[in-house]
């Protein structure tokens, strides 16, 4: 197998933006004006709690029973007349509805404004300084009267920032009418497809729908995700910072917006050049939106859909938490010391820097021959999304793919000790399937107590894996499986030593997939197929020595990601699978085969769950290689779902 460390993928064709006047900078101004808008109380600042105290001190200033806090918390967004009249059950025109809005307006001076900038939500005020350095102008749209809404801005120190704002009392329909919106895009000469509107509830979406606006909801409002979410978003945000790298993504530099009413110019290779997000999300997930823009590229899909696809998993990923932003290095790591903080999943962004520098020093070759048979025992490490990252990266030859793909080695690193190695038994003389069925009927005939044993082994606890594993049932059993070992593990056939290494990928991926196919979908089974191929990128770029060492320490690998679940394929199913594709091959000219790859291709663009365009790319390539090897192309279409979160996850990461 050749290394493809120059990939050709399409490119998008630019076409130049049309100018739009404006009136905020100069006349004369040719980039259209950029601006967003936000909701003002649960957006940019933690009001409703005082919000409830100020209604209550209302009713009981009026003398009536105070409204019970949730029902009072559902009318925030609604304009003041509104809230009271629903809350009190009256019309909107009874006088009751005044003297609450007066007795609310008192409340409001005493209560919520001398706490104003204690109520700021975090980085709220960087934030809006952000925005307005990359030349987006701030806004707000609320439903409190103009003079409430300039009072809370000023007390809590955000007024400096804000150009334009637009309150229930400057506009004859407040929110969810578009009115609001309109009336800041006439003020400023913008268009609707250069501004975004934030907020936390359906009111300020539906007002963004409304006016032609994209949207960025925030879910730490008054309104939960899900009744966010029937409001239609572009974008969902978790924190006020997401919602800043939303808006950023929405209103480009240069006004593209990625709305498309301006063409997104970004190739391919800018979408895995781009150094805007962590390597992993929500602790310890993996960040694998690169990996699926090299799968669709190679796939032939369209440039613009792949950077849909890429936008969409940036702002929602398949677990329902965006993409975090990079973080600074917190120290220097250089080639004295790089060892020192190996699997201790520590300064992702110091590693990165550290193998960038090596990189320009020694070239993406160079640095892999340099450090990568070092890191090769730790190949499985972060559920081989480190491997899979370096690997697909020489598959695409984009250099910052790969400088992350090894720092993400590095950081992620988890020994499955191939120094414990040593010859397999007179018995094992056969191929990669024949060393499976063996390990297999050991299971099979030791079964339950060998489960029990794997068992009552991952539910220890190790001071040798970091604590953040702990969270995850898949990466800390496989850290656990791979610290303790089996005996099994490390009987190493002749086969791995002996045959010529391409040999050897040729055979191990033909039984990873019959493997997949005896539990199809398995999220597990089918990280070992995307990290194959990874791995012979990783090999054929390494020295000739280290090649078959790379084969060892994938087999010791996958024996340890197998023995980690606690069960084994019946080496009867094995084989009977095995049987059924030894020999069945499919013409690679037959236009029916080629509608096929049509239908796996567009199924793969249509899913949110990137793992299975990673499948297909893969599952083509095989075919291809094996002049149409039947079990490839059958393989494809058995697509995989995003596993559920474990409960652990409800407790926060641990960095």
Known sequence: MTTALTQTFPTATVSPSAAAPSAVVTAERTAPVRVAMFDLDGTLVDSPRAIVEAFTAAFEAMGRT?????????????????????????????????????RYQEAFRTVVLPRARSLVFPGVAEGLARLRAEGIVVTVATSKFHASADALLTAAGLIGHVTTLVGADDVEHPKPHPESGRLILGRLDARPEHAVMVGDTTHDLKMATAAG????????????????????????????????????AVLPSGGSPATGAVEDTRTVEDLLDDSAYHIEFNGHLTNHI????????????????????????????????????????????????????????????????????????????????RYVPRLLAGWAGALQHATIHLGWALDAGNRRMAVEGIAYLAFAYVDCHPERARPAGADDTGLPRESLLRIA??????????????????????????????????????????????????????????????????????????????????????????????????????????????????????????FS???????????????????????????????????????????????????????????????????????????????????????????
């Open 441 to 562: 009927r050991h299971w099979e005939e030791n079964q339950p107590g060998l489960g029990a044993r794997i068992e009552e082994l991952v539910a220890g606890r190790s001071p040798d894996i970091h604590p953040e594993l702990m969270r995850s049932g898949l990466q800390y059993r496989i850290a656990r499986m791979l610290g303790e070992g089996h005996p099994l593990m490390y009987e190493t056939p002749a086969w791995v030593t002996e045959q010529d290494p391409e040999e050897s990928w040729e055979q191990l991926a033909h039984l990873v997939t019959v493997l997949y196919l005896t539990e199809p979908g398995d999220f597990l089974l089918l990280h070992l197929i995307t990290a194959l191929h990874a791995m012979r990128h990783i090999a054929d770029v390494l020295p000739v020595e280290e090649r078959r060492r790379a084969v060892g320490c994938y087999w010791t690998g996958i024996l340890g990601v197998l």
């Open 290 to 369: 690169k990996h699926a823009v090299v799968a669709l590229a190679g796939l032939g899909v369209d440039p613009g859909r792949i950077r849909a696809y890429h936008d969409h998993y940036i702002a929602l990923t398949p677990y329902g938490c965006r993409v975090e932003p990079a973080r600074e290095p917190q120290r220097v790591i250089d080639e004295d010391n790089w060892l020192e903080l190996l699997g201790r999943r520590t300064d992702f962004a110091a590693y990165v820097a550290f193998f960038d520098a090596e990189e320009r020093r020694l070239g993406t070759a160079g640095m892999v021959r």
């Open 565 to 655: 679940r606690g069960h084994f394929v019946a080496p009867a199913k094995l084989t009977a699978i095995e049987g059924l594709f030894a020999t069945a091959t499919d013409d690679v000219d037959d236009p029916r085969w080629a509608r096929e790859w049509d239908w796996h291709i567009a199924r793969a663009v249509e899913e949110e769950e990137e793992h299975n365009a990673k499948l297909v790319y893969v599952m083509r390539e095989l075919w291809r290689g094996s002049g149409g090897r039947s079990v490839y192309r059958t393989a494809a279409g058995q697509f995989t779902s995003t596993p559920e979160l474990p409960p652990t996850f409800d407790h926060p990461p641990t960095d």
């Open 66 to 102: 105070p409204a019970d806090p949730a029902a009072v918390r559902a009318t925030i967004g609604l304009p003041l007349e509104r809230a009271f009249a629903h809350l009190l059950e009256v019309a909107q025109d009874d006088p009751s509805v005044a003297e609450g809005v007066a």
């Open 213 to 248: 606006l994209a949207s960025v909801a925030v879910t730490y409002g008054v309104h939960g995700r899900a009744e966010l979410e029937s409001a239609a978003p572009t974008h969902v945000a978790d924190t006020f910072p997401q919602a800043v790298e939303q808006i950023l």
